[in-house]
């Protein structure tokens, strides 16, 4: 299991003023309340820290063989075109195309992956308690990530 880290900008008399931090996961609030004169703004990755991502259960929900979802992991969410639809280089119309070319399965059941994607997209509820955690300490709260718009 992948752990998430948090990104904590450390500010005002701090050693390294304005450099980055980062946070094993799980952050607690208590932890935060000890550096809180320290901290101005606390930065969240989106997959996997504030939203669920487990492309391995997206990929179960839509191809029940166990043979076409090890090609999927591998020809869809850990091909190079992944990273190009996150980066916004490639399109989710065209990443579907290329994805069934590539797989040799339907352009159908392609498309219908990448529409369970948002649905799967659940808030991990610790992470969101600490948020609003967070924001009630005073401190600035961002997102970041390479999530796709489409």
């Known amino acids: 299991m992948r752990l998430p880290?948090?990104?904590?900008?450390?500010?005002?008399?701090?050693?390294?003023?304005?450099?980055?931090?980062?946070?094993?996961?799980?952050?607690?609030?208590?932890?935060l309340d000890a550096l809180g004169e320290f901290i101005l703004n606390v930065v969240f990755d989106l997959g996997?820290?504030?939203?669920?991502?487990?492309?391995?259960?997206?990929?179960?929900?839509?191809?029940?063989?166990?043979?076409?979802?090890?090609?999927v992991m591998s020809e869809i969410f850990a091909h190079q075109e992944w990273l190009d639809l996150?980066?916004?280089?490639?399109?989710?119309?065209?990443?579907?195309?290329?994805?069934?070319?590539?797989?040799?399965?339907?352009?159908?059941?392609?498309?219908?992956?990448?529409?369970?994607?948002p649905l799967s997209l659940t808030p991990i509820r610790d992470t969101v308690r600490l948020i609003h955690s967070v924001k009630r300490n005073g401190h600035k709260v961002f997102v970041l990530s390479n999530m796709h718009l489409e």
């Open 5 to 31: 880290n948090v990104s904590l900008e450390r500010t005002r008399d701090s050693p390294a003023k304005n450099s980055v931090m980062y946070v094993p996961w799980p952050l607690s609030s208590r932890l």
């Open 86 to 117: 996150d980066k916004g280089i490639l399109n989710r119309d065209e990443a579907i195309e290329r994805g069934a070319m590539r797989t040799k399965l339907p352009r159908s059941k392609i498309s219908e992956l990448m529409q369970q994607i």
């Open 48 to 71: 996997g820290v504030v939203f669920s991502w487990r492309p391995d259960q997206i990929t179960k929900s839509v191809f029940e063989d166990k043979e076409t979802q090890e090609r």
